[in-house]
């Protein structure tokens, strides 16, 4: 198995090294990642100027890594291209969760789509952070437990992980939906110029069987996405209600 590895937080990110490690039991690995943090970048694609790849300034023990001055999305189409018939593409693990709406900007996940979209298995793997970075030994049995599940044969298609700092478990999940409350938190830099900070706070708690639900409560999410974003039970009733075979 040939897997593709990249992320958002850039190279340089111990969440890439870590999962390049664990992706070595599973077959044959090579990382192509961001030359900087492109974190929310979402799905993001470079075409106003041409892109180019160095090889990585970092050791990754013997494993072909190289960075790019792109995106995430860029480094899987980039990377697919060059490294000819890839099996898989795994992004992460991210720094910071990727839970719920976040899914929507997330450049972590946005490198799984890219790879859908060429028509390669694609798995995002985040986990939260603190005031230090996350303890990738812990995880490290879990991470490599979601894989052997996701990897096999008859598991195809684009999957959204997360694991908790301290896991107890692994879950299927859905992904939560929430309303929030928009916020923009005003301050001063040091040359007295204004900035803005832009943030959220959630209306209502996670339900249960959702991927923010499990992480709250210590489980691995494990959450199965689609490319279609098509609300099918809106299209039915539109099509029988609202006729559009004329004027």
């Known amino acids: 198995m040939r897997i593709l590895i990249t992320n958002d937080d850039g190279i340089y990110s111990p969440g890439i090294a870590a999962l390049a490690k664990i992706a070595l ?3 044959e690995v090579r990382v192509v990642a961001p030359d900087v943090e492109q974190s929310s970048m979402g799905h993001a694609v470079t075409h106003s100027r041409p892109l180019s790849y160095r090889k990585s300034p970092i050791n990754f023990e013997g494993i072909e890594a190289y960075r790019v001055n792109g995106t995430p999305a860029d480094c ?3 990377g697919t291209h060059l490294w000819s018939r890839t099996d898989v593409v795994l992004s992460g693990i991210n720094l910071g969760p990727n839970l719920g709406n976040s899914m929507w900007h997330s450049g ?3 490198a799984a789509k890219q790879a859908v979209l060429l028509g390669i298995r694609g798995i995002a793997l985040s986990t939260p952070v603190g005031k230090q ?5 812990t995880l490290a049995p879990f991470v490599e437990k979601a894989l052997s599940i996701l990897l096999d044969e008859t598991t195809i298609g684009l999957f959204n992980v997360n694991f908790p700092s301290m896991p107890v478990g692994m879950k299927w999940t ?3 939906v929430r309303l929030y409350d928009g916020r ?3 301050g001063m830099d040091p040359m007295a110029r204004k900035h803005y900070w832009f943030t959220v706070t959630p ?9 923010r639900w499990a992480v709250e409560n210590g489980y691995v999410s494990i959450t199965p996405l689609r490319l279609d974003l098509t609300n099918e039970t809106m299209l039915k009733t539109l ?9």
């Open 108 to 110: 972590t996940l946005a």
């Open 76 to 78: 899987v189409a980039l």
């Open 239 to 247: 099509s029988e209600e609202k006729k559009l075979d004329g004027l």
């Open 174 to 176: 859905r992904q939560s």
């Open 25 to 27: 039991k599973f077959g």
């Open 184 to 186: 923009i938190v005003p």
């Open 133 to 137: 970075e996350p303890d990738f030994d």
């Open 203 to 211: 209306l209502e708690p996670a339900d249960e069987g959702t991927d």
